[in-house]
């Protein structure tokens, strides 16, 4: 391991107003999407919007890495260029999801542990080797009713631990994924205990597992209210809550944090990651950057459907959203950009 490559990819990735797009949805989660439109669940048709995707232009002058899929990293453009090219020519760095999914958790009803550790090892040396630069694990933490507990986030925080430790040795800076879920009646309140006792948790472990923090990223939900909670929460207080969360529980060292959108509309993933941008990014020790899946492409798929003749549109949707999201790093979103 190289810990001075690693802090430099990490910085690398949250550095000026860029940030990441994730684009590693696994088979089933990306098949669920497009059953909805009505887009046909094939492999073509996947390959085709991930085309779509990572040849849209502009897209590495807002966007620093993007998150690939096994099935993804593997594909080529129609006119059979390497997608991994194609990422590379544009400025972008490329990383790829690495965990096999949150499965239901033993002895705790209603909670989710990621599994992938058993091989891991193997296949980051040849993620490394195809040109990876860094990898992500999701773990999941279901809020409610006497959850979580304490076993759901400790096995995950260690998973989480073991896996950035294993990417780190393999070259690959860690993108550390505790998702907090939006699902529930929750209170803005309750979600930022709970985010609180789990960041607590996870760099507990990954000091314990001995991971360099300057080499990676984090990447966590924004403090927000359950969706169904009867009291919705203003974009300042949500920012405030946010921030003052991971102030209590991120250590300094960690050069970035990029947040997950978790189902969030995507302008309001801009204006709240605005608001955080605007009113602290002067005293912060780390980078407010994003990691959003949905909040960039839902739009773009909406618009694509699978037809070829939309193709053009889909891809400027995407850069918008890019853009948007480049301008909240900065501080500089207004919602005047929407209707433009
Ligand atoms: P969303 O931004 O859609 O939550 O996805 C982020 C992600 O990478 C989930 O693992």
Excluded at 121 to 132: F, K, P, S, V
């Amino acid at each position: 391991m190289n810990a001075q490559d690693l802090t430099n990819t990490a910085r690398m990735l949250v550095a000026g107003d860029k940030g990441l797009l994730a684009m590693d949805e696994s088979t089933p989660t990306c098949n669920k999407r497009f059953a909805r439109l009505g887009i046909p669940q094939t492999e073509e048709a996947r390959r085709a919007y991930r085309e779509l995707i990572v040849t849209t232009p502009g897209l590495g002058e807002c966007i620093s890495g993007v998150i690939l899929y096994d099935e993804t990293i593997r594909q080529r453009k129609k006119d059979g260029t390497p997608f991994l090219k194609v990422i590379a020519h544009a400025g972008i760095i490329p990383g790829i999801k690495v965990d096999a999914g949150a499965k239901e958790m033993a002895g705790q009803p209603g909670e989710k542990i990621t599994e992938g550790l058993d091989g891991l090892c193997d296949r980051l040396a040849e993620y490394a080797q195809m040109g990876a630069r860094f990898a992500k694990w999701r773990a999941v933490i279901a809020v409610g009713d006497g959850i979580p507990s304490r076993g759901c986030i400790e096995a995950n925080a260690q998973a989480l631990a073991r896996y950035a430790a294993l990417c780190q040795e393999a070259g690959l800076v860690p993108v550390v994924e505790p998702e907090v879920l939006m699902d529930g009646e929750h209170t803005l309140e309750r979600c930022g205990e709970v985010t609180e006792e789990v960041l607590r948790t996870v760099f507990s472990e990954l000091h314990t597992q001995r991971v360099v923090l300057e080499g990676m990223i984090l990447k966590p939900n924004m403090v927000l209210p359950g969706l169904t909670c009867p009291k919705q929460a203003a974009v300042n207080e949500v920012a405030d809550a946010t921030v003052r969360c991971l102030l209590r529980a991120v250590p300094a060292a960690v050069p970035g944090i990029a947040f997950l959108s978790g189902g969030q509309s995507p302008e309001l993933a801009s204006a709240r990651l605005n608001a955080m941008n605007v009113r602290f990014q002067a005293r912060l020790p780390w980078a407010l950057a994003f990691s959003f899946a949905r909040a960039i492409q839902q739009p773009a798929l909406e618009i694509w459907v699978g037809e070829e003749t939309h193709v053009l549109a889909a891809q400027q949707a995407l850069l918008h959203r890019a853009r948007c999201n480049q301008a909240a790093r900065r501080g500089e979103y207004a919602a005047a950009m929407e209707r433009t």
